[in-house]
């Protein structure tokens, strides 16, 4: 691959399936490594610290310092019109320490109130979908919700976009109306009052389908796309409450011009073997983990049950980048690369680069991923 090919083209030709050399792709949202942040480019720098883009920047400036081949990440405000629908926080400080944050949303037929405290972890007081009214009401937001300032986070988007130019593919974090519910209930709610629970999750999903317009508009290349594994899903929650919103949503962003990141970093081999992947088909999808982190047998065995025409992203240990020497380094790539030869495989992590990563140990990464 020519040195006049920028990131972007090359992530367009690596789309379209040509022959474009190594990929490495880390998943990287803000600087990570164990050097003072600084920007390596002759450019201005777009998002200075203080701005509400700054961790945008900072991707920008770490690919620049590392030299992998970046897949950015940012949001876009999708600032409802009225102001009663944007949440009320207020924040305080704990007798024993730590923080309480208190966030309310008005609605005609009663208040969405979540109770947040923060010491050592976080730990949610009071959820705001707990009983049946709550999910009504938050139905009822989530569809007056639809009037947001559309023009505001366009202009957002595209002042990413430019920001990002040849760099690299400007994504977002997305997921299936499903990941709206209570987590940690999600399944007790379907349970007890399911009807209630489907209307939010059908007030969601349209929803979306305005949102994925607004992000083409903006700019936005791709989704990322994150769904549960096994530790907090079921494959029949999968095929019932996950799949059949996902494959709407894929068509419609597809139509637009998009592409789909998808990431799942835990147990995935269940939903693996039942074909869902597959059926939705991801332009990418990572990471195909191998314990402690994920619970596939080896990278090869998902390789074998995935569809060819997924490329796959991933693989190698946190701690590994993070504490390993450059040699041990080097040798995960080398594991990784031999696992997925004949593959469309870009060389990754097998979730987000931890602080402290040293500059030294990412620079290995992609030297060794860069090899033929």
Known sequence: MGSDVSAREKWELFLRGDDVGPMVSPLCDNWSLDVPYHWPYEEPEPFKEGHPAHALGEQIAMAGVCGWDPTF?????????????????????????????????????????????????????????????????????????????????????????RAVGDKGVLGTWFGPPAMALNHNEMHYHLADFP????????????????????????????LFYCVDGTEWVSPSFFAESILPDTLVLFGRWRKLGGFILWHSCGHVARLLERGFYNQCRPEIFETLSEPPVGNLPSLAWAQQR?????????????????????????????????????TRHIVGLSDDVLANTPLANARALVDEARRR
């Open 73 to 161: 990440l940012a949001a876009i405000p999708f600032t409802p019109r009225d102001p009663a629908l944007r949440p009320q926080v207020t924040t305080g400080r704990l007798d024993c320490g730590g923080t309480r944050a208190e966030s309310v949303v008005h609605t005609p037929y009663g208040d969405l109130t979540s109770v947040v405290e923060q010491k050592v972890s976080s730990h949610v007081v009071k959820a705001e979908l707990a009983c049946e009214e709550d999910y009504r009401r938050k139905a009822w937001a989530v569809r007056r919700g639809m009037d947001y300032d559309e023009d505001g986070a366009i202009a957002a988007g595209q002042e990413l976009a």
């Open 306 to 342: 995935l569809d060819q025409r997924i490329a796959t992203k991933g693989n190698i240990p946190l701690g590994v980048l993070l504490n390993g020497t450059e040699e041990q380094v080097r040798e995960e790539v080398r594991r990784v690369r031999e696992q997925t030869r004949g």
């Open 195 to 222: 009807d209630a629970v489907l209307e939010l999750r059908a007030a969601v999903r349209q929803a979306q389908f305005k949102q994925i317009e607004t992000l083409r508009k903006a700019g936005f290349d791709y």
